[in-house]
């Protein structure tokens, strides 16, 4: 689908969601403070959330989901709203919206176009190709492929790891949204692979403006409208969240920071206000985040750590009010009872009560807590007992009172020594202590990355300082890469103890600043951000919810630098400065951030960057001189043509029950695209396989491949001129799984992987003068010196014309008597070598079996199955089924994929 035909679904899909989630919000705030662009807002929210959360519940109850299905649920609640609304006697006139005054409103709907039309420029159709280059979106669009033709998402499915079943029940809300946009789109008729996606990929930008509305919200609450529109617009261009929230990226991130924020904002707004509508919004948000995604733990352990802490310091100053508990128990209760709802889909099992995950402690923990505090509070206040109900609670109170072991008086820290003693008496002697010792084992474990396969993703590595500069702008990115490295430096878990020290003592400091000003929002923001920024600081993958974080703090220290200011200022001029300074540092800050979206937009509207291709204007990528850009990501990143032609073949060319082995990174396309089986894929169920998928590659015989191909019934191998790029990952990988090295050693230094390692020739990005072979020459052109990985090789290196057709490929010379002799043709690997202070490209030498050169051949890389199938075409057994039927194909890596198909056995 073209990009304006996009239009049309967009603005169908916020107005379907928007009319019954506007009624429900016109009547649960019917008494709030809150004015009429904050309700419209949110009710868009609620509708994007409720109506997908009542498909997948009544698909909890064997109800398959359709179009009838999706319309009735969206006129029954459409209906419901509207009653709601006429028995509250609530009018839903539009006299009262004062448009001069909300105009900081019209600004922030044109941040919130802005922010959609950059993400929607994913779905130009580009020189490069038309589908966006990623892997896990696909994955996670098969989950709206099996609602729209099953009904539902199945409880495991076989399209990987034979013969193990594989679950892919992942929190699906996004993709019954998918799904019921489908049937807006596309009717009842069954959508193929590309109008699908097309839709589905409309979910990220749609999460993103939600999201930017809710940070507008959080910080104007506190911090005025002109702070708000920094930070939303901030939040809108910062590079890493336009990356993961752009049109195609259909993972489960968008919805992740659409859920944080929807909660961070309800309940920073019901810490403020103290409505109790908000309490329920709250709850409505934390579901949300919980069934939708698989981040609740970054909302879960700053909701209980803030509940704790703000219930203990309001029971030491008698404060502890019934409106406190009764929100917070409310927000609790939608948590845990989301969590249970969860659990029952994931485990099969209807409302089957789970107790061994941290968030389920912690809800838990909390509410007793509070529950607890306030009682006790009650109890000192009266001084007496109110009941023998009272009395079970609060038993180790009365126990102590009965049997006169402690004179407790009305001292509140008394009551509260005896609770926390028998409570801990009790964790020690109950399962809950290893529960949750377990429990805080496992995310260690998880962020130490003991497994090879973790080792082997690059996501999974602490971020460098260019990479937190290039995810959020310049001054915030400088400032966190030089914090993170002068305090934490580049391993992981935040360099460990005095890492975790450091952090843990800011936030402390910080959080004292906060009670100091009595500033309980402040409180709940500090602690909401620390668990985002800690992560996105230890590992690249989290490095989006630093980013999120990082800038909203930023909004808040600009927010929080006006009474400072002012307090070093009197008159009207401190006035002044107060108000006008922190604005322009906001306006620097956010100029900093957004720069590389605002270039990308230039790009979007210069008719310069446009090829007229067969009728269509097409964005030209050799226009982009830097791959790493915004721009780059936004029209650029796609999946080359030659690999949708090879999965098309897959799809037309063999049986629907047809496995296809491949290195596990091609496995979501196999499923989606191809729509056929495969070995692996990228989720990693299986992490043996994942292994053995790179060892069937790199180690094992042609025969052994065969053999193993055979007893997963996988007929079919596919091999890419992208593994070469990835070899050092397949190379660990496959010794990993050999037991010749380990998740102990670090990649890349294990004599196993040495073994199998191409022979690769280093050219210089920046060659002078002293890199020419002095003396020689081939055909006019001077060669440059090159040195191999191989001890004690050099070559010269120049271009040679390698067809008649024109193609120039590099070429490596030996000098024998003065002379150059052509010794192997080098092809490029992607990859690049920092060398003595200087870049050098990589260029793997080329060994041709039954030519003089076969062999000078060092390693076992060159009798590979990868390099024997791709580069000189053939495998004994197999015979290659695409690009054409040969027994022997052609040498040479000249095309992007090929697919050798087993020989039947006799």
Same mark, same amino acid.
């Given at each position: !689908? ?38 419209? &807002?949110?009710?868009?929210?609620? /509708? ?32 419901? &709203? ?236 008698? #404060? ?24 029952? *889909? ?11 995950? !941290? ?27 109110? /009941? ?23 001292? /509140? ?9 028998? &409570? ?22 998880? *962020? ?67 009670? #100091? ?35 909203? &703090? ?20 401190? #006035? ?203 055909? /006019? ?126």
């Amino acid at each position: !689908m073209e990009l304006l035909q996009l239009l049309l679904p967009s603005v169908l899909i916020l107005i379907t969601a928007g009319i019954p989630g506007f009624f429900l919000s016109a009547r649960l705030f019917k008494k709030s403070s809150l004015g009429f662009p904050e309700r419209l &807002g949110i009710g868009i929210a609620i /509708g994007i959330v409720v109506l997908p959360a009542l498909a997948w519940l009544e698909s909890l109850f064997g109800i398959p989901f359709s179009q009838a299905l999706y319309f009735l649920n969206l006129v029954v609640l459409t209906v419901v &709203g509207l009653l709601l609304c006429r028995q509250a006697g609530i009018s839903l006139s539009l006299s009262k919206l004062n448009f001069r005054r909300e105009l900081q409103w019209f600004i922030l709907i044109g941040i919130l176009l802005f922010a959609v039309y950059m993400r929607m420029q994913a779905a130009s159709e580009t020189t490069a190709g038309a589908e966006l280059f990623e892997y896990d979106p696909f994955y996670y669009t098969q989950l709206t492929r099996f609602i729209v033709q099953d009904g539902g998402v199945p409880a495991s499915d076989d399209l990987a790891w034979q013969p193990y079943a594989s679950t892919h029940r992942n929190p699906a809300l996004a993709y019954y949204l998918g799904a019921q946009w489908n049937y807006l789109v596309n009717g009842n008729a069954k959508p193929d692979a590309d109008v699908l996606w097309a839709v589905q990929s409309l979910y990220p930008p749609i999460m993103a403006l939600l999201m930017v509305f809710f940070a507008f919200l959080l910080i104007k609450e506190y911090y005025g409208g002109a702070i708000g529109l920094i930070g939303a617009a901030m939040l809108a261009t910062a590079p890493i969240i336009v990356s993961k929230t752009t049109f195609g990226v259909n993972e489960l991130a968008p919805w992740s920071l659409f859920g944080l924020l929807f909660f961070y904002t309800s309940y920073t707004l019901l810490i403020s206000k103290k409505e109790f509508p908000l309490a329920v919004l709250s709850g409505l948000a934390l579901s949300a985040l919980i069934l939708g995604s698989k981040s609740g733990i970054l909302a879960v352990v700053p909701l209980t750590a803030y509940m704790c802490l703000q219930g203990l310091l309001d029971y030491r100053q008698g #404060k502890l009010d019934r409106q406190f508990l009764n929100s917070n128990l409310v927000v609790l209760a939608f948590a845990f009872i989301s969590g249970l709802l969860l659990d029952s *889909a994931y485990l099969f099992v209807p409302l089957k009560l789970q107790l061994m995950g !941290m968030e389920s402690l912690a809800l838990m923990g909390s509410a007793a807590v509070i529950v607890l505090l306030w009682l006790l509070q009650n109890r000192i206040k009266r001084g007496a007992w109110a /009941g023998k109900a009272e009395m079970a609670v609060l038993f180790p109170i009365w126990l102590v009172e009965r049997l006169r072991l402690l004179s407790l008086d009305a001292n /509140g820290d008394r009551h509260l020594l005896v609770l926390l003693a028998f &409570g801990m008496l009790l964790i020690f002697v109950t399962p809950l202590w290893s529960i949750g010792y377990d429990s805080v084992s496992w995310v260690f474990t998880q *962020a130490s990355l003991l497994n090879p396969l973790d080792k082997a993703i690059g996501e999974n590595v602490p971020p460098s300082a260019e990479i937190l500069s290039q995810s959020v702008g310049s001054i915030i990115g400088f400032l966190a890469g030089f914090v993170k490295g002068l305090l934490f430096g580049n391993s992981g878990i935040l360099s460990s103890v005095p890492g975790l020290f450091v952090f843990s003592a800011a936030t402390a400091l910080a959080l004292g600043y906060a009670w #100091k000003r009595d500033k309980r929002h402040l409180a709940f923001l500090i602690l909401a951000l620390a668990l985002p920024l800690m992560m996105g600081l230890d590992q690249t993958k989290y490095v989006i919810y630093f980013a999120c974080a990082a800038v909203l &703090g930023t909004a808040v220290l600009i927010g929080e630098a006006a009474p400072a200011i002012s307090a070093y200022f009197s008159g009207s001029l401190g #006035k002044t400065i107060s108000s006008a300074l922190p604005a322009a540092l906001g306006l620097l800050i956010l100029l900093s951030v957004a720069q590389p979206a605002i270039s990308a937009a230039v790009r979007s509207a210069d008719s310069s960057y446009y090829v007229n291709a067969d009728g269509k204007l097409l964005f030209d990528c050799s226009k982009i001189q830097t791959e790493t850009s915004l721009s780059y990501e936004l029209f650029c990143l796609r999946i080359p043509p030659p690999w949708i032609a090879s999965m098309s073949w897959i799809r037309e060319n063999t049986s629907s029950e047809e496995k296809v082995a491949a290195f596990w990174d091609w496995g979501h396309w196999i499923n989606y695209f191809g729509e056929r089986k495969t070995i692996a894929r990228n989720d990693n169920v299986i992490r043996e396989m994942s292994m053995e998928s790179a060892y069937l590659l790199a180690i094992a015989s042609q025969n052994d491949t065969a053999a193993r191909m055979r007893s997963y019934g996988a007929n079919y191998l596919l091999l890419s001129s992208d593994l070469l790029t990835k070899w050092p990952s397949v190379d660990y990988l496959a010794c990993s799984y050999a037991n010749r090295t380990s998740a102990n050693e670090t990649p890349g230094k294990s004599e196993c992987e040495a073994a199998y390692r191409p022979e690769v020739v280093f050219l210089p990005f920046d060659p002078t003068s002293a890199d020419a072979c002095s003396g020689v020459s081939v055909g /006019g052109a001077v060669p440059l010196k090159a040195k191999s990985s191989i001890s004690g090789r050099e070559y010269c290196v120049v271009g040679k014309r390698l067809n008649d057709a024109g193609s120039v490929g590099y070429v490596a010379y030996v000098q024998q008597g003065g002379t150059l002799v052509e010794f192997a043709s080098i092809v490029a690997t992607g990859e690049s070598t920092r060398l003595n202070g200087r870049n050098y490209a990589n260029y793997m030498v080329v060994y041709v079996e039954g030519t003089q050169n076969w062999e000078y051949r060092t390693t076992g890389f060159y009798d590979s199955v990868y390099y024997r199938g791709f580069f000189l075409g053939h495998l004994d057994g197999f015979v290659q089924a695409y690009p054409y039927y040969a027994e022997y194909a052609e040498k040479g890596g000249l095309n992007m994929v090929r697919i050798y198909e087993l020989k039947k056995t006799v």
